[in-house]
């Protein structure tokens, strides 16, 4: 029996986007996980749910697949009812995150989309192979994307946040990203 969307807690009145409890596709917050790559590209992946073994046997999504010269990325809404959430009672976001990808240190991102514009807002982040990692990336982190890369614009205005990504990019590599917790912080 699936939920009514009523019956989700928004994320901005938990800081909790996803914990995984769910049953996938479906986040905390009663929005779907989807798998998207580069279409340019001969990327290729998919994202899904499964256990962990070394992280408490939560549950975690999982990205994995091989780049291109492009990305791959897994996405969701931040409300289920298509409106953007404001969220700036909080600092940041926080993911719990690990790669078993071939790379020692990969190269990740988070994009948030906002109301304000086509383009997303983009925080790095580098994370070590084996390893979960809680990665905070506080909304002055996150910088405008344009056709040439980001800005030095940081988001300043997190009223308006509509979805979330979170993305490898990179030149053929295996990819092989999970998460296990994803919030926003105070």
Not at 140 to 159: M, R, V
Request: hydrophobic share 35%; with cysteine; aromatic share 8%.
């Amino acid at each position: 029996m699936r939920k009514l969307p009523s019956a989700f807690k928004s994320c901005v009145e938990s800081g909790v986007l996803d914990d995984m409890t769910e049953a996938f596709p479906f986040s905390t917050c009663g929005t779907k996980w989807v798998g998207k790559s580069d279409m340019a590209s001969m990327s290729s992946g998919s994202v899904s749910r499964e256990q962990s073994k070394g992280n408490n046997n939560n549950n975690m999504n999982v990205l994995r697949g091989f780049l291109q010269k492009g990305f791959l990325q897994m996405t969701t809404d931040l409300a289920n009812t298509g409106q953007p959430v404001d969220a700036t009672r909080f600092a940041g976001v926080e993911l719990q995150v690990l790669t078993n990808g071939p790379e020692d240190a990969c190269p990740f991102h988070v994009d948030l989309k906002t109301n304000n514009g086509p383009r997303p807002y983009r925080a790095s982040f580098a994370l070590q192979r084996g390893e979960w990692h809680t990665v905070r990336l506080p909304w002055s982190q996150f910088l405008a994307t344009s056709s040439s890369g980001t800005t030095d614009n940081s988001l300043k205005d997190a009223s308006q946040l509509q979805r979330i990504g979170i993305i490898a990019t990179g030149n053929d590599r295996k990819v092989h990203l999970a998460l296990s917790n994803l919030r926003f912080y105070k």
